[in-house]
Each structure stands twice: as C-alpha cells, then as structure tokens.
C-alpha cells in the first residue's frame, strides 16, 4: 500500500506565502507524475501543478506566484505558495502516480488533503 501525507497548509493573509509538502511511502519502486489539486467548496477539483521527469505544469491562475518542485530521494514534492489570493482558498490535495514494483503498471493515489485559507 502507498501512503501520501500532506501538511503545511493554513491561514495566511494576502500576499503572504505559504509551502505546503506531500510525502509518499510505503511500497514504492518508483514514482512517475507528481502534483498538487485544489478544490474550493462549490469547485470542482482543478489541477494546480504537476511535475514529472523533465516537465512541469501550471494552471494559469498560479503561474508565476507558484513553484512546484520534488526531491526524489524522499519521495516528497512540495509546492511553493507566494502573492497568495483568497481565491487561492482551497484544500490541496496531493496526487501521484507510482509503480509499486518493477511488474506492475503505475497506480493513482490521492493524499487526504491539506487547507489552505487566504483572508483579505
């Protein structure tokens, strides 16, 4: 089984910052695609940032005030909030997709989500 555990959300004002991290563990042999969603209460869930080998993507709304990166050696990716805005209110949500051995086909797990509020 594989286990994402998030954490460093919370409430900041606008225009603070805030880096949130998402840990993987378990029975991991490798880790393909990691990434952040959002969902805001009404919302449905939207792709934040996402990292692969060589790659990233952003949605539009956080490019340029949002930095994704990844430190494979722990199997932990992070996300780097700045200029944040109450419309980045949401709680984020880690996804990843790892392979748990070298025969089986990449599986798809969601960590349990972390809040992260914006006052105006």
């Known amino acids: 089984q594989v286990q994402l555990v998030e954490s460093g959300g919370g409430l900041v004002r606008a225009g603070g910052s805030l880096r949130l991290s998402c840990s993987a563990s378990?029975?991991?042999?490798?880790?393909?695609?990691m990434g952040w969603y959002r969902q805001a209460p009404g919302k449905q869930r939207e792709l934040v940032a996402s990292?692969?080998?060589?790659?990233?993507n952003y949605a539009d709304s956080v490019k340029g005030r949002f930095t994704i990166s990844r430190d494979n050696a722990k199997n932990t990716v992070y996300l780097q909030m700045i200029s944040l805005k109450p419309e980045d209110t949401a709680v984020y949500y880690c996804n990843a997709d790892v392979q748990r051995s070298r025969y089986r086909m990449p599986e798809n797990y969601w960590g349990q989500g972390t809040q992260v509020t914006v006052s105006s």
């Open positions: 990292t692969t080998t060589g790659d990233t």
């Open positions: 378990g029975s991991i042999f490798a880790i393909n695609a």
